[in-house]
């Protein structure tokens, strides 16, 4: 049948159009942007858990303590993305595929890394990186050395062999190891104690371990050393006597038993050992050197550890036998304990106890010092007096005593140096009775009156008083007193006019004082006073006229006159009495003459300066008194004046007229004159 070509109609024209749309897009969707993610996570230390894939965002690793930092590089799938990371630190921006370095802390780190496309959507990936903590340290104790004193090490050392044998002759009783480390060393012998490296061997086996400890304490490795000993030759080698000269042998001595310990007290630091051997033919040795038979051999003995000796007795025949003793000290005493505690004077309150800490005691001011004696519970324990030592039961040196609380400390130190017990005793010592029994100022009164207790005075003495005697005594006999400076139970002391302090001093044995005092006041002098008595007045007859003078305050012992002038007559003298006062009476002359005259009265005032008092007067020619004063001097007026006076005038008449006339009128006026000054 022959082919006829259809021509396409527009139905199926469409229907292949749509057909290559829908080719067209999905060749264009297989090639579109794959969005923002990742093509690849590499790191440059260790590996991500799980593994890289494009679809996991979340990553964890670990890795070791000893790795402080690391680099990862994150690629884009698109290479229109771009990249921002947090690397702990800080947010950085790489190029893809440029790495990023990140510090790691340790324990837990945390890194972020974000991818944004062109649309802005992103994508995180999280990184967990664990640094891990530090393995413990590894240790390996061993020695870097090992050597035997005799014989030889089978193998030969190797550090990381640790099991060996020796073989010793018989004479080698004692045995030295040596070994180091870098780690700490120790010695151990299950049998008997080791000084240091040196041990005692025994016939046979012998079983030497040298530990190595590491640094954290615990981890140790063991070193056995197999010391075969070998037996004795067959001879007489016992020791007949074996003995120290301190402490006792465990077990006792039996010739037949090597093995010996003993303690000695903690204070015995050295001691004698004695050895006697059975056979004198053989010969001894303490650890190596001669030991002769029965003489006593110095040895030490340590505190730490102890120590052990070995006496070696060796027969002709080489045989021999080896004693061993181990001596130990005990622990020091901590007994710091009193059992009896006194001082030379004074009696302790309360009485001794060794429980009771705190003492007191009173002495008399004449004790200056006391001893302490105290004994000791246990004898190695030290007794001190503040600070000093003193033996148990012995007098300490004096303590001196000031006056009042004086304390005195009393410890004892065990004989561990650590234990220590104080008792303190307070000795009061008494002050003085620095007491007056007396105290006067000769005729006069002290101010209050005296008193012991009382120790201020005061005094008042006339102007007179040049000096006065104290005198003092004290209650002790023994004391010594002082009076104004001078020694003495009594003392004159000068007086100025004004206050004199008298100080008054007692003084104790050892130098304790106290001060009376005593102010003296001695006063002023006083003004003379003197009284003019004139028994007479105007009118009155001249002869025989009487007059009286008293007179206060003069001198005692001087002499008071009283002279009538022009003329000088001395009228009267007299003495002033102790009380200072003077009374002068007398009379005008008889045969007085006309004229003006004056009574003059003359002393010395308590003081030494001239007292001098006038009464004015005249007498007129009939033979009575005229004018009197005693203020100043009158005149007379008649015309003669006789031997006192000038001769008169021609208008004396007159004269002697008007002064009659006012001499009546004075007369008339007045009554008797007194003066005083």
Known sequence: MPHTRRRPTLKSVLALLLASVLSLGAVTAAHAAPGPTLSGLTVSTGALDPGFAPGVTEYTMEVPFGVTSLSFTPTVADAGSTLSVWNGSATVAPASGTPVNATLRLGANSFFIWVVDASSASTQYTVNVTRLAPPPPAYDPRLTSLTVSVGTLSPDFDPAVTS?????????????????????????????????????????????????????????????????????????????????????????????????????????????????????????????????????????????????????????NGAEKSYYVHITREPPSDDADLTALSISEGTLSPDFDNAETAYTATVPYLTTSVTVTGVVSDATAILRVNGVDVASGAASAPVPLAVGSNTIVVSATAEDGVTETSRTITVTREAPDLDLEELAVDGFDLTPEFDASVTSYAVTVPYLTTSVDVAAAAVESAWGVTIAGETGP?????????????????????????????????????????DFDLEFEGGDPAANARFDVTAQNLLPGSTATVTMHSTPIVLATALVAGDRTVTISSRLPASIEPGAHRLVFEGTSEDGSAVQVTAWFTVLRNGTIGAVSLTGPVAYTEAALAATGAEGTGDAMLAALLLLLGGALLVRASTRRRARI
Request: a negative charge; charged letters at 15%; aromatic letters at 8%.
């Open 164 to 316: 060996y044998q020796v073989a010793v002759a018989y004479e080698e009783s004692l045995v030295t190891f040596s070994a180091t480390s870098t780690d700490t060393v120790t010695y151990y012998n299950p049998a008997r104690p080791m000084i240091g490296g040196m041990t005692f061997m025994q016939v046979g086996g012998n079983l030497v371990q040298v530990i190595v400890t590491a640094g954290d304490g615990t981890t140790t490795r063991t070193y056995d050393i197999s010391v075969t000993r070998d037996t004795a030759p067959t001879a007489d080698v016992d020791l007949d006597a074996f003995e120290l000269s301190v402490g006792e042998l465990t077990p006792e001595f039996d010739p037949a038993i090597t093995d010996y310990t003993a303690s000695v007290p903690f204070a015995v630091r050295s001691l004698q050992l004695t050895a006697s051997p059975s056979d004198p033919a053989t010969t001894m040795e303490l650890n190596g050197a001669a030991l002769a038979d029965g003489e006593p051999a110095t040895v030490s003995v340590n505190y730490n550890g102890g120590s052990g000796y070995s006496v070696r007795v060796v027969a002709a």
């Open 490 to 530: 009594t003392a004159n002391v000068s007086l100025p006019v004004g206050t004199t302090t008298v100080v008054v001093r007692v003084t104790a044995l050892y130098g304790e004082t106290r001060d009376y005092t005593i102010v003296v006041t001695r006063e002023a002098a006083a003004a003379a006073v003197v």
